[in-house]
C-alpha cells in the first residue's frame, strides 16, 4: 500500500492522533506545557483533515506546528516520552510530511538529545530515515546531520559506534546519489559553464547545482580531515581517524567514478587533494627498510601502518581502475610506487598487500596496455608495464632466494632434512616437520632447498585479495608461508591470459575485416592499421623476458601438476602469440623453454644449447634488480616416470623422465598441433626435442609411421611405470595427430616441416652409421605421416620425400633401411590407392612418378628391401590387381623367379603373391596364362624351404582345378582359338604341336598337367606334403573328373592312379624303420608317426583309399572302357598287399578300401539330400565344404549351380544305369576275384605263427579282424550261389583263427570291456554274424544246402568250448587280461566267455529250428551238444564264469525237451544210441559235481543253485523215467543210481554251522527221494530187474537209517552236557526228515505195490526212535515228533490168532 493512498492517509491521521493522546496522557502530571500542546496538535490535525483534500500536501505546509508537541516531548528527556516521541516523527518522515523548516528543527532537537547522550540509536535511525526518504534537508542542516552521526561514531559505546559508522557510509553514498540523480534530471539542458580560470580556488562552487555542492563540501571535508586539517563544512566535527577517512574516500571513488569524470570541479579535487594525500600517506614506506630502524628510533611514526598502507593500496588501485586517464602522471609514481613495494627489504604483510594490489592490475588487460601506450611506447618515460611484468619476476625470484623471514622453520629446513632432528620438527610444530614439507602432496614449488607450499588465493581471472580486505585488523597480520608467492604467480599466468587473449581477440577481429576487404576488393592488397600492431609488439617486447624468466623458474621448481600445466599453458600461449606477431627471438625463446623443461636435467641436445646460449647472454635490469634466465636445478623433486637412454652416438647411462617432463611434452605436442603453421623455423627446435623424448620412452614406428610403445634393441632397456604407460598411447595418437594437422598448413608451413625433418633424419642417419645400434626412426616415421597426410598435394613433396626415402633404404644399420623401406612402399601403396583428382587412370604422369621408386628399388642390394619391395607387390596386387592389365606376365615372372637358394621369408612373400593371384585374378589373365600358374604353384610345392607353403600351394592347387571346373566351358573356347591360332603357326613353319599329353584335347591337357603336377608331390619326401597332395589329387579327380573326355580317364587310371599306386608301395617297403628324432626339439612327432616307414604307411593309407573310391564312384563309367576287369584285378591285387602288410594301420585301412569298392553301403541313387546326390554322383562330401587350404578366395563351389553344371558336363554317364546294365556290377567274376583275395588274405592273416613264441612275430589287430570278418557277410550275398560245403571249410578256418588271435596287452584297455562286464568284442560279433547270415541263407535256400547246418553247429560248438578252454594261438604264451601290464610288450587272451555263452544261445535258437532236420539227426548233432555241455556242467563251480554252467544247464533243459522226444522217436534207428550214455555221464558230472562252491556262496545264491538241481531231477521224472521202455535199461540204471545217491543226504564239510541245515540241499534229496519213491512203487515194474533196483535202493536207504540213529543216541549218552558237533545234529535231522517223507509215500502208494519185506523194516525202526527221545536238541525233538506222528496207521488191535488160523 502506498503512502498517498486513501487507505494509507486515513491509517496516518488515525496513528497521529493516537501519538499525540499517548503523549497528553505521559505529560498529563508532570508536564503539563507538552499535555496542551498535544491536545492542541490534535485539533489541529482534525482541522487540517476537515477542510483540505490533500492532506498530505497540507500537512506538510503545516508541519512544524504539527511536529511541535512532539520536539517538545523530546525536550523532556524521559525516555518513554522521548521514544514515543521519535517514532512518531519518524513516521511523519516515512509519509514525507516534513518541510525543511520542520527538518531543522527536528535536526536541532536531536543534536541536544546526541549532546546529552540519550538515545542514541534511535538517532541514528531517524537520521538515517530523514536523509533517505526525502531531500529536504541541504547545506549547514546535512552537514550537521552527517557531524552528528560522526560524534556519534566515537562514542565509548560499541553498538553505537558501529551503527553509526554503517549511518556515515550510508549518508555519505546518499548524499552523492542525490547528486548523480540531479545530473540525470538534468542532463538534456545544456548549461554554459562560467569560464574557469586555470588555477581555480576551492572556494569557487557556485557553479555547481545544491546536490552537487553538498557531495563537494563533503568530498572536501574528508580530504582535510585525513590529511588532519580542519573540516570547512562539516562544523563540529571533535575527533576522526585516518583509517575511517580512507575506507570513506575508496568507497566514493569505487561507486561515483562518473561524478569525478564528468565533473572538473571533482576532477580538480582528484588531482590536488586526493593524490597528494595518498603519495605524502605512503612516505613512511618508501622510506622503511626492514631491519634497518632499531627499536630506539626516535620516529615511530616513521615505521609503515599495515591499516593506513592497506587502505592506500585500496584507494590506489582504484584511482589507477576508474581515473587511470585522468591521472597519468599520479599513475605513473602510484605504479613505481607499488613496484618499489615488492621490494625484499619491505616487510612481509608489506610486500603481501602490494602483490594483491598488483594482482588486481593484472586482471585488467586493457589497463595493462594503456600503460603500455603511454609509459612504455612514449620517449623519456619510465617502462612501467616492463617494470610491473620484471618486478613480479625478481619478486618471485627474491622469494627463492632471500630466505623467507615470515617463517624460517620451513624454508630453512634443510631438503635432506638432516638439521631438523627432533628439535627442528618440536619447534617447526605441525605445519614442518624437516622434510616433511616436501614430502606433502600439498601443490607447490621446491627449489634448491626452498620450499614454498602454494595455495589457491582466487579463481582465475579475478583478483581476489586477503590481505586488502582486513580493513579490521590493526596490527599487521602473519602472512602464512606461500601466500605471496601463490599470489604473484596467479598475477603472472593472469596477465599472460589477459594479454594474449586480448591481443588474440583483436587479430581475429583484424583477420576477418582482412577477409571481408579480400572478398569485396579481390584487386587490391589488405593494409592493415599500423598502430595496433606496434602497441602488442611493444607490449609483447616489453613483456616477455621478465615472463619467461619468472615462468622457467616456477616450472622447474612446480611440483605440481595443476600448476605445472598453467605454466606451461602461459608459455604455450605466449609462443603462439608471438608466432602470430612475427616476433621470431621469443617465440624460439619460449618454445626452447618448453624443450627443455620436457628433457631430462642437463641433456645435451645441441640446437636447445646454442639457443639458449643467445638468450642467458642477455641479463635484464629492472632498476637495480639483475633477473638472470636461471638454469633448471637438478634436485627437483619430481615423481621419475621414466628412465631411458639418450640418444648419442656414443652409448652413455640412461637418463630419468619425470612426470612434469612428460607433461611438458604433452604441451609441446599441443603447441605443434594446434600452432604449427607460426612455427615456421621452430619446427627444428620441436621436432628434435620430440625425437629425443620418444627416443628416451622408446616409442617405435608401427604402421604408417605412427609411433607405439615398443621396446629397446640393446643397452638397458627402458624402463617405465604405470603411469605412464598408461600416457603413452595418448601421447603416441597426438604425435600422431601433430602430423596428420600438417594437412591443415600452408605450402610453405609444409615445406618448412619436411626440411626440419629431413635434416633430423641426416643427423639420425649420420649417428647410426658404422654401429648396428638401434637408430632413430623418429625422422622417417614422421615424413611418412606426413607424406600420407597430404596426398593430394604429393607432388609438391614427393621428389624431396622419395629422394631422401631412397638414400634411407641404402643405409648399412638395417633398422634405418628397413623403415626407409617402409617409409617408401607405404607412401607409394597409399598414392597408388588415393582417390586422385583426375583419377590416376588418366594421369599417367602421376602414376608414373609414384612408380618410379618401387623400381628404383630393385637397385638396392639388401635382402630386406627386396622382400619389402615383394610385400608391397603383394599389397599393390591386393589393391590394384584389377587394373594392372597386361602386366601380368611380369608379375608372374617376378613371383616365379624365387627358388631353394633364396631365404624362406622371400619365398613366403613370393607364394603370398601367388596366392592371391590365384584367388582373384585368374578371372582377368589370359586362359594361356593358367599353364604358367599350375607350374608356378607345383614349384612352390616342390620347394623345400617351408613347408607350410609346399602345403598351401597344393591348396593352390586345388583351387586352380576348382575354378577350371567352374568355368570350363570360356576356358576350353578361349584355349581352343589359341590352340587353332598355335597350329596354324606350326603348320607355317613345318612343325608339330609340341606340348605335353598332346593328342588330348587342350583342356584336357591343363587338367592332365596339374594331376601330373599331383602326383609329383604325392611322393614328395615330406610327409605332410605327401598327406595333402595325395587328398587334393584324389579330391579333384574326384569332383571335376566328370568334365574329362572318356578317353582321357585312360591315361587317367593307368599312367596317374596305378602309377602312383606302384611307387607309393615300393616306397612304403623300403622305407626306413628307425626311429626320427623330434624335429628339432620344438615338433614333437606322434609315436604313430615316428619312422619314415609308419609315415610312408599314412601316405600308402591315402593314395590306397582314394584310387578305391574312385573305383567305387565311377564305375559305372570305368566299367564302359576295355580293360576294367585288369584294372580290377590290380587294384585287389594292391588291396591284399596292403591288407597282408605288417602294419596295422594299413591292413586295416587296406580292408576299408576293399569294403568300399565291393560298395558295402553303397551309394545311395535317387536322394532327396543334395549332399547325397553328390555322393552318388561322385562328388566327395569335400566339395560342399570347402577345402581348408583353399586361401582367402572366393569360396570354392556355388552349389546352386554345380548339380547343372555336372549334368551338362557328363551328359549320359551321370544317370543311373538302365536296368539290364545293373547286372553288371554283379558281375560274378569280379565277386569271385574278390572272394578269392578275401580267402588269401583272411588265411595269411589268422594263420598261428608256427616258430617258438619267443620270436616276436606280427600279430594282425583286432580292428583289422574284425573288419576282415564283417566284410564276409556282403561278400557272400554275392556269392551264395555257388558257395560249396569246400568254401564253408575255408571259412569256418579263418573264423576260427580270426577268433583266437589274442590282444597285444597296451590295446587292451580299448578293445576289451572291464572284465567284470560281458560283452562281446566287435570281432566276435562280427564271426556271430558271419555264422548267422550263413545259417538264414540256408534256412531259405534250397533243400541241398542243408547239409552245412552240422558245419555250422560243429563251428559254434568249438566256440562254446571256449567258455571253459580259451583256444591257443599257435605256441604264443598269453596271459589273463588281469594280469597283464598295460605297458609290457605282451599278448592277452581275450575274456572268451560272453563270446562262448551267446555261441551256445545261437545253438539253442538253431537247434530248436532244426531238430527235424535229416542232416542234424543223421550227424548226431544233439549228442554233440551234450558232449560239449559236459565240460561246463561237470565244472560247474570250477568254470571260469559262474554264468556259464547256470546258462549251460539252462541250455542243456531246453535242448533237451526238443531233443528227447525226438530221439526217442528215432530210438529203432541206432542213430541216437551213443547219445544216452553221454546224457547220463552230463546228469551225473553235474548233480554231484567235484568241484566246491566257493566260500563266499550266499544262502540265497546257494538255495538258487539247488532249485537248478531240483529243476533236473525233475525233467527226469518227466521226460526220461515215464518212457523208460523206450530207454535203454542201462541208461535207466544209471538214473535210478544216480537218484539213490541223491536222496542220501551227504553234506559238504566246509560250510559254516549256522548255514549246515541249509546248505545241505535239503530241497535236492527231498525231490531225489519222492522220484526214487514214485517209481518205486506207483509203476507196475515192467521188468523184475527194475523193480529189484528200487526194492534194494530202499532197503539200503532204511538201513542207513537205522545206524544213524543208533550211532546218534550212543553219542548223545556219552557226550553228557556237551552239544553234539552240528554237524551230526543236522544230519540226524534229515534223516527224520527222510523218514517221514517215506511214511507220507508209502500212505499214497497202493498196498499192493509194496513189498511186504520194506514194512518190516519201517517197522523196525520204531524202537530206535523212542530211544531217541531223550535228546536234548530241540530241533531234534521237533523233527522226532514228524518222524513219529505216522506211526499212528500202524496201531490197530492185533487180530485174534484164532482167527487168523481159521482163516
Known sequence: MS?????????????????????????????????????????????????????????????????????????????????????????????????????????????????????????????????????????????????????????????????????????????????????????????????????????SVSTLRPSAKDAYMLFQDLCQLVNADAPYWLVGMTEMTRTFGLELLESVLNDFPGVFLQHQEFSFLLKERVCPLVIKLFSPNIKFRQGSSSAASPAPVEKPYFPICMRLLRVVSVLIKHFYSLLVTECEIFLSLLVKFLDGEKPQWLRAVAVESVHRLCVQPHLLRSFCQSYDMKQHSTKVFRDIVNALGSFIQSLFIVPNAGNPAVVGAPTGGSGSGAQGAAQGGPGTGGVSGILTSQAAFEYRGTWIPLMTVSVQGSAKATYLEMLDKVEPPSIPEGYAMSVAFSALLDLVRGITSMIERELAVEEEAAAEFRETHPDQGWQPQPGAHLVWEEMVSACWCGLLAALSLLLDASTDETATENILKAELTMASLCGRLGLVTPRDAFITAICKASLPPHYALTVLSSNAANLSSKAYSIQGHSVQIISPSSESHQQVVAVGQPLTSQPQGTVVLTAKNIQCMRTLLNLAHCHGAVLGTSWQLVLATLQHLVWILGLKPGVGGVLKPGRAVEGPSTVLTTAVMTDLPIIANILSRLFESSQYLDDVSLHHLINALCSLSLEAMEMAYGNNKEPSLFAVAKLLETGLVNMD??????????????????????????????????????????????????????????????????????????????????????????????????????????????????????????????????????????????????????????????????????????????????????????????????????????????????????????????????????????????????????????LLQQPTWHVVVWKVLFHLLDCVRTSSTTADKEKIESGGGN?????????????????????????????????????????????????????????????????????????????????????????????????????????????????????????????????????????????????????????????????????????????????????????????????????????????????????????????????????????????????????????????????????????????????????????????????????????????????????????????????????????????????????????????????????????????????????????????RQHASSGKFDTMWPELANAFEDFLFTKSTPPDNLSIQEFQKNEAVDVEVVQLISTEILPFANFIPKDFVGQIMTMLNRGSIHSQSPSFTEAEIDVRMREEFSKVCFETLLQFSFSNKVSTPQEGYISRMALSVLLKRSQDVLRRYVEDERLSGRCPLPRQQVTEIIFVLKAISTLMDSLKKTQPENVDGNTWAQVIALYPTLVECITCSSSEVSSALKEALGPFKDFMQPPLSRVQNGES
Open 793 to 1042: 598435394r604429393i607432388e609438391i613433396l614427393w621428389r624431396p620425400l622419395t629422394g631422401h626415402l631412397l638414400e634411407v633404404c641404402q643405409h648399412p644399420n638395417s633398422r634405418m633401411r628397413e623403415w626407409g623401406a617402409e617409409a617408401l612402399t607405404a607412401l607409394i601403396k597409399a598414392g597408388l590407392a588415393y582417390k586422385h583428382d583426375p583419377p590416376l587412370a588418366q594421369n599417367q604422369r602421376l602414376q608414373l612418378l609414384l612408380l618410379n621408386p618401387l623400381k628404383e628399388l630393385s637397385n638396392v642390394l639388401h635382402a630386406d628391401i627386396r622382400q619389402k619391395q615383394l610385400e608391397s607387390v603383394l599389397q599393390i596386387l591386393q589393391s590394384q590387381g584389377d587394373s594392372l592389365g597386361p602386366g601380368w606376365p611380369l608379375v608372374l615372372g617376378v613371383i616365379g623367379a624365387i627358388r631353394n637358394d633364396q631365404g624362406e621369408s622371400l619365398i613366403r612373400t613370393a607364394f603370398q603373391c601367388l596366392q592371391l593371384v590365384v584367388t582373384d585374378f585368374l578371372p582377368t589373365m589370359p586362359c594361356t596364362c593358367l599353364q604358367i600358374v599350375v607350374d608356378v604353384a607345383g614349384s612352390f610345392g616342390l620347394q623345400n624351404q617351408e613347408l607350410n607353403i609346399s602345403l598351401t600351394s597344393i591348396g593352390l592347387l586345388w583351387n586352380i582345378s576348382d575354378y577350371f571346373f567352374q568355368r570350363g566351358e570360356a576356358i576350353t573356347q578361349e584355349l581352343e582359338r589359341e590352340e587353332e591360332a598355335l597350329q596354324k603357326q606350326a603348320q607355317e613353319k613345318g612343325e608339330t604341336l609340341n606340348r605335353p599329353f598332346h593328342p588330348a584335347p587342350p583342356f584336357d591337357c591343363l587338367w592332365l598337367c596339374l594331376y601330373a603336377k599331383l602326383g609329383e608331390l604325392c611322393v614328395d619326401p615330406r610327409p605332410a606334403v605327401r598327406k595333402s597332395a595325395g587328398q587334393t589329387l584324389f579330391s579333384t579327380i574326384a569332383a571335376h573328373g566328370t
Open 3 to 203: 503512502t498517498s493512498s486513501p487507505e494509507a492517509v486515513k491509517k496516518l491521521l488515525e496513528n497521529m492522533q493516537t501519538d499525540l493522546r499517548s503523549l497528553s496522557m505521559e505529560c498529563k502530571k508532570k508536564f503539563p506545557p507538552v499535555k496542551e500542546a498535544a491536545e492542541s496538535g490534535i485539533v489541529k490535525i482534525k482541522t487540517i483533515a476537515a477542510r483540505n483534500t490533500d492532506i498530505l500536501a497540507a500537512l506538510k505546509e503545516n508541519s512544524s506546528e504539527v511536529v511541535q508537541p512532539f520536539l517538545m516531548g523530546c525536550g523532556t528527556k524521559e525516555p518513554k516520552i522521548t521514544q514515543l516521541c521519535l517514532a512518531a516523527i519518524q513516521r511523519l518522515m516515512s509519509h514525507e510530511v516534513v518541510s525543511e523548516a520542520a527538518a531543522g528543527n527536528i535536526i536541532n532537537m536531536l543534536w541536544q538529545l546526541m549532546e546529552n547522550g540519550l538515545e542514541e540509536l534511535k538517532l541514528l535511525q531517524t537520521v538515517l530515515v530523514l536523509l533517505t526518504t526525502n531531500t529536504v534537508v541541504h547545506d549547514e542542516v546535512l552537514s550537521k546531520a552527517i557531524v552528528l552521526c560522526f560524534r556519534l561514531h566515537f562514542t565509548k559505546d560499541n553498538i553505537t559506534n558501529n551503527t553509526a559508522a554503517a549511518t556515515v557510509r550510508q549518508v555519505v553514498t546518499v548524499v552523492f546519489e542525490r547528486m548523480v540523480a540531479e545530473d540525470e534530471r538534468f542532463k538534456g539542458i545544456v548549461e554554459q559553464p562560467p569560464s574557469v580560470q586555470g588555477n581555480t580556488n576551492r572556494r
Open 1083 to 1463: 615338433i614333437l612327432i606322434h609315436h604313430s608317426r615316428d619312422t619314415a616307414e609308419k609315415q610312408w604307411a599314412e601316405t600308402w593309407v591315402l593314395t590306397l583309399a582314394g584310387v578305391a573310391r574312385i573305383f567305387n564312384t565311377r564305375r559305372y563309367l570305368l566299367q564302359q572302357l576295355g580293360d576294367f576287369f585288369e584294372a580290377w584285378e590290380v587294384l585287389l591285387n594292391h588291396i591284399q598287399s596292403a591288407a597282408l602288410s605288417k602294419n596295422n594301420e594299413v591292413s586295416l585301412a587296406a580292408l576299408k578300401s576293399f569294403q568300399e569298392i565291393l560298395q558295402i553301403g553303397t551309394p545311395v541313387k535317387d536322394s532327396d539330400k543334395a549332399g547325397d546326390a553328390f555322393a552318388a554322383m561322385g562328388v566327395p562330401p569335400v566339395l560342399i565344404d570347402p577345402l581348408s587350404a583353399s586361401g582367402p578366395g572366393r569360396p570354392l563351389v556355388r552349389s546352386d549351380s554345380l548339380v547343372e553344371r555336372l549334368t551338362r558336363y557328363n551328359g549320359a554317364e551321370l544317370q543311373a544305369p538302365p536296368p539290364g546294365e545293373e547286372s553288371a556290377l554283379e558281375d560274378s567274376a569280379l565277386w569271385w576275384s574278390a572272394w578269392n583275395t578275401w580267402y588269401r588274405t583272411g588265411t595269411d592273416s589268422t594263420r598261428p605263427p608256427s616258430g617258438p613264441a619267443e620270436k616276436f612275430s606280427f600279430i594282425p589287430s583286432q580292428p583289422f579282424l574284425t573288419a576282415l570278418i564283417q566284410i564276409f557277410p556282403a561278400l557272400y550275398q554275392h556269392i551264395k550261389a555257388n558257395f560249396s560245403m569246400e568254401d564253408l571249410k575255408k571259412l569256418g578256418v579263418i573264423l576260427h583263427g580270426a577268433v583266437s588271435v589274442p590282444i597285444s596287452s597296451d590295446a587292451s584297455p580299448f578293445i576289451l570291456p572291464s572284465f567284470t562286464e560281458a560283452v562281446l568284442t566287435s570281432l566276435q560279433e562280427a564271426v556271430l554274424t558271419s555264422l548267422d547270415v550263413l545259417q538264414k541263407a540256408i534256412c531259405v535256400g534250397p533243400e541241398n544246402l542243408q547239409v552245412m547246418y552240422p558245419a555250422i553247429f560243429e563251428q559254434l560248438l568249438l566256440f562254446v568250448e571256449f567258455s571253459c578252454k580259451p583256444p591257443q594261438y599257435g605256441r604264443m604264451e598269453t596271459k589273463h587280461v588281469a594280469n597283464a601290464k598295460y605297458n609290457q610288450a605282451e599278448w592277452v587272451a581275450l575274456n572268451y566267455v560272453p563270446f562262448a555263452e551267446r555261441s551256445l544261445e545261437v545253438v539253442v535258437d538253431l537247434y530248436h529250428k532244426t531238430a527235424c532236420h535229416k542232416a542234424v539227426i543223421n550227424e548226431k548233432v544233439l549228442q554233440n551238444i551234450i558232449k560239449t555241455l559236459r565240460m561246463p556242467l561237470g565244472l560247474k563251480y570250477a568254470c571260469p564264469s559262474e554264468s556259464t554252467w547256470k546258462l549251460a544247464v539252462s541250455s542243456l533243459l531246453k535242448v533237451l525237451s526238443i531233443g528227447l522226444p525226438v530221439a
